[in-house]
């Protein structure tokens, strides 16, 4: 059955003509029913003259339900508007008369009397079904624990078990189906418990949701903001709605105009380049720019510095102003003040100067003031967007701006020797920050890595997230995306997860840190970025709906950034996890960790060959061969290495951890010094022996080097040279679960 779409919207109209902000009962009723859902049997009563003009029940059954119809009643049964009575005219004439005098005095539009559907007050038997919309995603609908329960289920269990939720937009069937069998109460009455079958297949509330998300789609958020089903009570092996509460919206903020995104490509791989706001005498951002652009390559001759009164400055050429520019330029860096960038991107639009426009400045949308300024801006751009040519692209405001390797410029205004960045060889890495600091804090860890881009984009005025995201899919020199959002901008989110689930599909990762989880991070990210910081449990459980990766911590984007370029290629073939370590208490953590891993038996001929390396290194009688293989501090480089090779080599084994911890003397694992003949770089090596091992190797594996600084020389050697480091067992084995269960889903 599809929607009976003149039926909803006749309902929508009478209720927004009322202006009274929600439906009545009744009215919600009937909309679930034109939707194609099911609804008890019902009849509306005016009051008790025609409660007791029944001459026979409306419908059988013994029992009846009586619910007050009252718009500003949205709780019926706490304010005693709900009953239970006996399904005859007198039982009904009376409750009717006791209603009207509970209610006397108050707005009440009559009396729903509707057939009593019996069904188990117990979880898993009432649901609550659930839409609304969101800024950043528009329509949402969720299903969890409904009736009595739902407040008390909800908080006892884990939050991924507890809801399921959907976009629809976002969602097909089979994602419907995925995400239902993972909410525990769906499973108690879709499953087979103790012998006994189901009691209704999970394709039946399958086939209530894809309805809800239908509806949504086609009536939100003009005019509905919010609707709620509760209970959606399992009856006779079908699943009736009791309750449903609809509150109405206002239309919703347009999204802007469409950008020009393949106009980013001039952005991030310019021709030309010019730049504003260059001091001459001292080193403003301005002039720390140029540096920048001409130390990561951008040729001399391609930029010129928008200054008057100059000749030359740092050797590149300068003109008085825009208009004077000899040509278009592919790209315009403007290092202005917020007061001055309304007049040069009314002057880049108008006379069509630059192709593309990086934006420094803060204080655009990020302060209320700030509304003329940018509102000017704004209709400068929409102007040029209207015309044959369609405006520049623009990147930020508030933003420190990008470095593209393959567009050889680097723009975020961090002098060289605060934020040096790797050379030669790129890595496929897109990084993309709503904030500039965030992006420069942990481009400065990730050492040896050289990332293609690194894009801080601001505030989003006018490219967002989302935009960069569509552009960069259609570059296979990039594997995996980075992202950190402070929020979106209007329905940007449902775009750029529209986008990432294609990314994931296609086997390249999205990895998303989303701040603002907290009311008070909300408002602090809003204040810096002026992107609206949504809801953070919608954007997480959409997200991994989309195949995106979600980062709970700080640390652990960076470490994820880290494990998914390093194993990028690689994919594990089960779970069986092959561990080793030269110290019991890692064996016994890695044994503790394991998550959805399990550990390898390993095959007679492994064992027989572990026993051999075992007996050379003469600690066969205090070493078995068992998984995790704890081979003690005596072990040296070039055994630990044997050992490794032969885990990973065991077809029982489908990836790999070792522990390293390098204290001990055997290891070859210091930097050179005076107390010792140790040299961590000489080859031969545990180092150099792991970097050889990981190149020759196809399995994904990971090592741990648990120990302080002495030993960071021995991690960035092995680093550079590919291998996953972590720093304890314990995080090693939450991330590569991560990882694994990622790859293994795309």
């Known amino acids: 059955?599809?929607?009976?779409?003149?039926?909803?919207?006749?309902?929508?109209?009478?209720?927004?003509?009322?202006?009274?902000?929600?439906?009545?009962?009744?009215?919600?009723?009937?909309?679930?029913?034109?939707?194609?859902?099911?609804?008890?049997?019902?009849?509306?009563?005016?009051?008790?003259?025609?409660?007791?003009?029944?001459?026979?029940?409306?419908?059988?059954?013994?029992?009846?339900?009586?619910?007050?119809?009252?718009?500003?009643?949205?709780?019926?049964?706490?304010?005693?508007?709900?009953?239970?009575?006996?399904?005859?005219?007198?039982?009904?004439?009376?409750?009717?008369?006791?209603?009207?005098?509970?209610?006397?005095?108050?707005?009440?539009?009559?009396?729903?009397?509707?057939?009593?559907?019996?069904?188990?007050?117990?979880?898993g038997h009432e649901l609550l079904l659930g839409m609304r919309w969101t800024a950043d995603f528009g329509p949402v609908v969720t299903l969890g624990a409904g009736g009595i329960h739902t407040e008390f289920l909800a908080k006892s269990i884990r939050d991924d078990r507890a809801l399921a939720l959907f976009a629809p937009a976002l969602t097909d069937r089979a994602a419907i189906e995925r995400a239902l069998a993972r909410v525990a109460v769906v499973r108690l009455v879709t499953e087979s418990r103790r012998g006994r079958p189901p009691l209704v297949p999970l394709a039946k509330l399958a086939d209530v949701v894809e309805r809800f998300l239908e509806l949504a789609a086609a009536f939100v958020p003009d005019p509905i903001a919010e609707f709620e089903v509760n209970p959606l009570a399992l009856a006779d092996g079908r699943f009736v709605a009791l309750d449903a509460l609809l509150k109405l919206g206002r239309p919703a903020a347009p999204m802007a105009a469409p950008r020009p995104i393949a106009r980013i490509g001039r952005l991030l791989q310019p021709g030309t380049a010019a730049v504003v706001g260059v001091s001459e005498k001292g080193v403003n951002p301005g002039r720390m720019i140029l540096r920048n652009l001409l130390a990561d390559g951008f040729p001399a001759a391609d930029l010129t510095v928008v200054k008057p009164g100059s000749e030359r400055i740092d050797g590149v050429k300068c003109v008085p102003s825009l208009e004077a520019l000899p040509e278009r330029q592919d790209l315009l860096i403007l290092s202005i003040s917020?007061?001055?960038?309304?007049?040069?991107?009314?002057?880049?639009?108008?006379?069509?100067?630059?192709?593309?426009?990086?934006?420094?400045?803060?204080?655009?949308?990020?302060?209320?003031?700030?509304?003329?300024?940018?509102?000017?801006?704004?209709?400068?751009?929409?102007?040029?967007?209207?015309?044959?040519?369609?405006?520049?692209?623009?990147?930020?405001?508030?933003?420190?701006?990008?470095?593209?390797?393959?567009?050889?410029?680097?723009?975020?205004?961090?002098?060289?020797?605060?934020?040096?960045?790797?050379?030669?060889?790129?890595?496929?890495?897109?990084?993309?920050?709503?904030?500039?600091?965030?992006?420069?804090?942990?481009?400065?860890?990730?050492?040896?890595?050289?990332?293609?881009?690194?894009?801080?984009?601001?505030?989003?005025?006018?490219?967002?997230?989302?935009?960069?995201?569509?552009?960069?899919?259609?570059?296979?020199?990039?594997?995996?995306?980075?992202?950190?959002?402070?929020?979106?901008?209007?329905?940007?989110?449902?775009?750029?997860?529209?986008?990432?689930?294609?990314?994931?599909?296609?086997?390249?990762?999205?990895?998303?840190?989303?701040?603002?989880?907290?009311?008070?991070?909300?408002?602090?990210?809003?204040?810096?970025?002026?992107?609206?910081?949504?809801?953070?449990?919608?954007t997480r459980r959409l997200a991994e709906a989309a195949g995106v990766v979600v980062a709970d911590t700080l640390e652990d984007f960076e470490d994820l950034a880290r494990l998914f370029l390093a194993l990028r290629g690689r994919r594990p073939a089960g779970t069986r996890l092959g561990a080793m370590s030269n110290a019991g208490f890692e064996c016994v953590a890695i044994a503790d960790n394991l998550g959805a891993f399990s550990l390898a038996d390993f095959a007679p001929a492994t064992a027989a060959a572990m026993v051999e390396v075992l007996q050379r290194a003469r600690i066969a009688e205090i070493v078995g061969v068992h998984d995790p293989m704890d081979l003690t501090p005596i072990m040296d480089d070039a055994g630990t290495e044997e050992i490794l090779r032969l885990i990973l080599a065991d077809p029982g084994v489908d990836l790999g951890i070792a522990g390293l911890v390098p204290l001990t003397q055997a290891f070859n694992s210091l930097a050179p010094g005076e107390a010792h003949g140790e040299d961590v770089a000489r080859e031969g090596s545990i180092a150099h022996r792991m970097v050889r091992l990981f190149r020759e190797t196809t399995k994904p594996w990971v090592a741990v080097v648990d120990a302080g600084p002495l030993y960071d020389p021995m991690v960035a050697l092995m680093e550079a040279g590919g291998v996953p480091v972590f720093r304890a067992a314990d995080r090693a084995l939450r991330l590569f679960n991560r990882w694994a269960e990622s790859v293994t889903r795309a």
Request: with cysteine.
């Open 338 to 538: 917020a007061a001055q960038a309304p007049e040069a991107i009314a002057a880049v639009a108008e006379g069509q100067r630059a192709e593309s426009v990086i934006l420094i400045p803060g204080g655009l949308d990020e302060k209320p003031e700030s509304a003329p300024l940018v509102a000017r801006m704004r209709q400068a751009i929409a102007d040029s967007r209207a015309t044959a040519w369609g405006g520049p692209v623009i990147n930020g405001g508030n933003c420190l701006g990008i470095r593209s390797v393959p567009g050889r410029y680097n723009t975020l205004f961090i002098p060289d020797y605060k934020l040096p960045f790797a050379r030669g060889a790129e890595s496929p890495l897109a990084f993309v920050a709503g904030s500039g600091a965030f992006a420069v804090a942990k481009a400065s860890k990730f050492g040896t890595m050289n990332p293609r881009y690194i894009l801080t984009i601001g505030n989003q005025m006018d490219l967002t997230a989302a935009d960069y995201l569509e552009f960069l899919e259609g570059d296979p020199a990039v594997e995996v995306f980075a992202v950190y959002l402070e929020g979106f901008r209007p329905l940007d989110g449902r775009r750029f997860l529209e986008v990432a689930r294609r990314i994931t599909a296609a086997g390249r990762t999205v990895l998303l840190y989303r701040a603002g989880r907290t009311r008070a991070g909300a408002a602090a990210a809003a204040s810096h970025t002026a992107a609206v910081a949504g809801d953070y449990a919608a």
């Open 1 to 123: 059955m599809s929607l009976d779409r003149p039926r909803i919207a006749a309902l929508l109209a009478a209720a927004r003509h009322r202006d009274l902000g929600v439906l009545t009962e009744p009215e919600g009723m009937d909309l679930l029913e034109a939707a194609g859902l099911a609804a008890p049997r019902r009849v509306v009563l005016a009051g008790s003259a025609a409660a007791q003009a029944l001459a026979a029940p409306p419908f059988p059954g013994a029992r009846a339900v009586l619910k007050v119809v009252a718009p500003g009643i949205l709780h019926k049964t706490e304010a005693g508007g709900v009953q239970v009575i006996e399904n005859t005219p007198a039982a009904v004439a009376a409750a009717v008369a006791e209603m009207e005098k509970r209610f006397a005095g108050q707005a009440v539009d009559g009396y729903l009397l509707a057939e009593f559907v019996p069904h188990a007050v117990e979880p």
